[in-house]
């Protein structure tokens, strides 16, 4: 078999062998259920409970401020129509960007017809969201506002705590969420200091399992559940939790911030070579920010004249795995929200392939990638649909 | 409720002397069909009748959801098998049969007994008789109509007594296996499936071909290509699916043709390549989904010109279909979820934006001369590296 290159950790992580290993014991041996009242139940609770403490201390916050979800979706689900619903007496305005994931832009879709109005920001050509326009979209029955903290297609990082104290200057009963799914594991975020009441977090783009993630909810927060049933998590999200699932996010969790610094330098520095040495291929673009303006982990480029989806398969084919920019197909193309907010000339939408690392690649792996696509990148120019 | 089946089958019976031949090749696809089934069934032919018994627990839907796949078969009846304990205790069942098909509905009735086994007690008009005062008397919502009825209370005296009232259609046609086989060029599009099955029902065996241009169709598109035929396996039983990669002859095309022959071109190389393998394991056609006119490959200049590379016959069962009718097949036969996928085929990968829709065979055949010097060792590679499946 061939030597496999994964660069597409912004879809997905490889969980780490100490997260299996605990997660494998917690299915073999401690399988109780956490509401249960004998002893195999007590032994599951605690572990939800260290859990929680755990993620606390990442985010120095109240371990009742965590309340652990099936993963990023379901948090921005509950974070929109949650507060929504909680609110609603209050206002029915809700501002948010263009370039968000579409658990978010679907989720405003279905908020639209239920008599709420959303506002999208536009974002600059880095993607980096204007904060004037924020100020402007601003009303009295504003009742939300969500900006992603980092995007999933492109390099950039948003000012999430400068919108925030923009919003809570504005009016502080105004709830604040930020979608954290790229970011919680690169950034050191600390609610609290940057004035978010809310943060959707997944745990499998930390290395840890799929299926699971958590809400971080702001004590006191107005936010009503949107999962009903046996009560668990005091009734904010019932359904059995997932042990196994929330200890292994808890435990990826406290990996990815071990040694943390370091671990982000590197990243920085591969991404940097990397796209240093990908732009010296003729006709080659970067979208959002280079360096420590961006993210450490995102690396977007827009190849000319090569379909992404191709050059993806050729990729592929040579044991490296990445992502198009955007998913697109001959019937029916469903081209990038955020490619195209930040305003990648259409030619190129189709010809954008994501690169996304974790700390795991090395620069090995990085300069076969580089030669591979010296090699694919003029061969399929080759020939191109006309 | 039932504990076997009554098949009955349509055009087999015109068959004359070669008539065992299709109902052996009948008996056999029904037993393929229900080795998907849970439990165990018999399967029997018995003068001009098909019996299918469950000698364990089954599901009936389940087996009549097999059953209707089944080319060849025109109706299933679900039967109540009892055993011969007199009449008075036939008369019984048969009313309770009725009562929990029935009760309650105001319905019209006719009995109709056949005697097969002939020391039976009372002839078949005794038992029509006999069996309609009591049913009127335990069921006086009934009446009796000999002519039009609602349905026909049917019982069979054998070695056991049959009863049933109900027959389910099949899908007509003829079964497969008992008219050769040929070769199916299945894309992932929304035709070709239907094409199969099509000729899957004229009693024809199918294996196909399909070209994928890797890394311009992805591994989910071929993926898609194998669902699809095991999809139509359902009905034509297992097909060898042979996956050839073109990407290569694709491309030599693209360097040294005119980019608007090249679907043509491309086409005349599948079609050849198709045959080869239709040869080989003893095809007696090639079956194609087109359609006259539907794209600038299917004009009648096209077809004309694609068709010319090939000796065997060129079987197009949907020659004469509008794309809202193949549609309407496609999903009767559950095919065309599948068919919409939108992963990209390679007949799409370079299509340019006005191929020719009149081609002129000489003005290809000239083209074609720019490919003399490697195309025949492009598609000796793409026979010989050519991925064979087996799906079921």
Not at chain 2, 146 to 156: C, F, R, S
Request: net charge negative; hydrophobic share 40%; glycine share 6%.
């Amino acid at each position: 078999m061939k030597k496999e290159i994964y660069l597409d950790n912004s879809a997905t992580t490889a969980v780490y062998p100490e997260v299996v290993e605990l997660m494998s014991k917690i299915m073999l041996e401690d399988y109780g259920n956490p509401s249960s009242k004998h002893n195999k139940g007590v032994e599951a609770e605690h572990y939800i409970t260290q859990a929680k403490e755990t993620l606390a201390s990442i985010l120095k916050c109240d371990k009742k401020e965590i309340l652990f979800t099936s993963g990023g979706t379901e948090s921005d689900n509950m974070a929109f129509i949650g507060t929504a619903l909680a609110n609603k007496r209050r206002g029915n305005h809700i501002i948010t960007t263009m370039i968000e994931h579409p658990a978010i832009l679907e989720t405003t879709v279905f908020l639209e017809k239920n008599g709420f109005e959303i506002t999208y920001l536009p974002v600059d050509s880095t993607g980096c969201v204007k904060l004037d326009s924020l100020r402007e979209a601003l009303r009295p029955e504003t009742i939300l506002v969500s900006i992603m903290y980092a995007n999933n297609e492109v390099s950039v990082v948003e000012p999430v705590a400068e919108a925030a104290a923009i919003v809570k200057e504005y009016n502080p009963e105004i709830i604040f969420h930020t979608d954290a799914v790229q970011a919680f594991g690169k950034y050191r975020i600390i609610p609290k200091r940057e004035n978010i009441d809310l943060m959707s977090v997944s745990s499998h783009k930390l290395h840890g399992p799929k299926g699971v993630g958590f809400l971080y909810i702001k004590d006191k927060t107005k936010i009503n559940p949107i999962i009903f049933g046996g009560g668990q998590q005091k009734g904010m999200r019932s359904g059995t939790e997932n042990v196994p699932g929330i200890a292994g996010m808890a435990l990826a969790a406290k990996m990815c911030y071990e040694n943390f610094d370091e671990k982000i330098e590197k990243l920085y520095e591969l991404k940097e070579y990397f796209v240093g040495k990908v732009l010296e291929i003729p006709g080659t673009t970067f979208n959002g920010k280079r360096g420590h303006e961006g993210t450490p982990h995102v690396i977007s480029i827009s190849f000319e004249n090569v379909r992404s989806e191709v050059l993806l398969h050729s990729l592929e084919d040579k044991g490296i795995y990445v992502s198009s920019g955007s998913a697109c197909s001959s019937n029916k193309p469903a081209l990038s929200g955020t490619l195209k907010a930040i305003g990648v000339k259409n030619n190129l939408l189709d010809s954008t392939i994501r690169f996304s690392l974790c700390t795991q690649n090395t620069k090995e792996e990085l300069d076969a990638t580089i030669e591979a696509l010296n090699e694919l990148v003029p061969m399929l120019r080759r020939y191109t649909r006309h | 409720m039932y504990k076997a089946f009554l098949i009955k089958y349509g055009e087999i019976g015109t068959k004359g002397k070669n008539r065992y031949i299709f109902e052996d090749m009948l008996v056999h696809q029904i037993r393929h069909a229900l080795k998907k089934v849970e439990g165990t069934f018999d399967v029997t032919k018995e003068n001009g009748r098909i019996y299918v018994e469950g000698t364990s627990e089954f599901d009936d839907e389940d087996a009549i959801n097999a059953l209707k796949k089944v080319f060849g078969i025109l109706w299933i009846c679900p039967m109540l098998q009892v055993k011969d304990e007199g009449f008075d205790k036939l008369a019984e069942d048969v009313v309770d049969y009725l009562k929990t098909m029935y009760k309650g509905k105001k319905m019209t009735f006719k009995v109709m007994a056949r005697r097969a086994r002939k020391n039976y007690p009372l002839d078949s008009m005794g038992i029509n008789m006999a069996m309609g005062e009591k049913i009127l008397d335990a069921m006086p919502e009934m009446t009796v109509d000999v002519h039009n009825p609602d349905i026909y209370v049917n019982i069979e005296i054998r070695s056991r007594i049959n009863i049933y009232t109900e027959l389910i259609p099949g899908p007509g046609g003829m079964p497969v296996g008992t008219n050769g086989k040929a070769m199916l060029l299945l894309s992932g599009g929304i035709d070709s499936p239907v094409a199969g099955y099509m000729v899957a029902k004229r009693g024809v065996k199918i294996d196909a071909v399909y070209f994928h241009a890797p890394p311009y169709t992805s591994e989910r598109a071929k993926e898609k290509v194998i669902d699809l035929a095991r999809i139509v396996t359902q009905y034509s039983g297992p097909i060898n699916l042979h996956v050839v990669n073109f990407t290569d002859i694709q491309l030599y095309i693209y360097e040294k043709c005119p980019h608007d022959e090249l679907t043509i071109i491309m086409r005349r190389y599948m079609m050849k390549i198709a045959e080869h393998f239709a040869k080989e394991s003893d095809c007696l056609g090639l079956v194609t989904g087109e359609s006259i006119g539907q794209v600038a490959s299917q004009t009648m200049h096209s077809l004309l010109v694609t068709n010319a590379v090939c000796e065997l016959p060129v079987i197009r069962p949907l020659i004469g279909f509008d794309k809202q009718e193949i549609i309407d097949i496609s999903e009767k036969i559950g095919t065309y979820e599948t068919s919409i996928l939108p992963y990209e085929d390679c007949c799409t990968i370079f299509v340019a934006k006005h191929p020719v829709t009149k081609p002129n065979k000489k003005v290809i055949e000239k083209s074609e001369l720019k490919l003399a010097e490697k195309i025949d060792e492009l598609v000796k590679t793409a026979i010989d590296t050519t991925q064979t499946i087996w799906v079921e």
